[in-house]
Structure formats: C-alpha cells, structure tokens
C-alpha cells in the first residue's frame, strides 16, 4: 500500500526554485518513495533536524517526516545539499 504525500509550503516554494529537469527528478522520487515506502529503510538526520530523514536525488536532499500510522509523508524542504542542511 503506498504512502500519501504531503508538501510543506517551504517544499512547494524550494520545488518552484529547481530547474525543471531537476524538480521532475526530485517529484519522480518522492513518488517512488511514496510507493515503495515499505521497502525502504529512512535515513534519519541528527542534531537540529533530529526526527527527520534524508531521501537522496543525486546532489539534491528531500527533508522529510512520516506517519507510518496513517501512511502519510510530509516533504519538509528540498535543496541542494550543500544548503540544505543549514
């Protein structure tokens, strides 16, 4: 069963910033994370973004948060990662 995916309003605004190249990579893979959630073992992030994890998309990071409860993803921000993290 796949997962629901909900964007922040950051996400939507960082999504908007990418080339379009680049956004249709970073969609394409929230969609597959969304339907493979199950397989997929989340990287979690440490120290300010405690409680959040990492989906890679060649040199651009998804932040993101999810509730395995009610099946739902909640993209928090996308970017480059060497900005992403800041």
Known sequence: MSYIIEYEP???ADLE???QAVRERVVNKINWLAENFEQVNPQPLTSDLSGFF???VGDYRVIYEFN???KI???DRIGHR???YK
Do not use: D, H
């Open 73 to 75: 993803i909640f993209i």
């Open 10 to 12: 950051e996400a939507l």
């Open 17 to 19: 910033k990418l080339t």
């Open 54 to 56: 990492k989906l890679r």
């Open 68 to 70: 395995s409860e009610e």
């Open 82 to 84: 060497r900005e992403i």
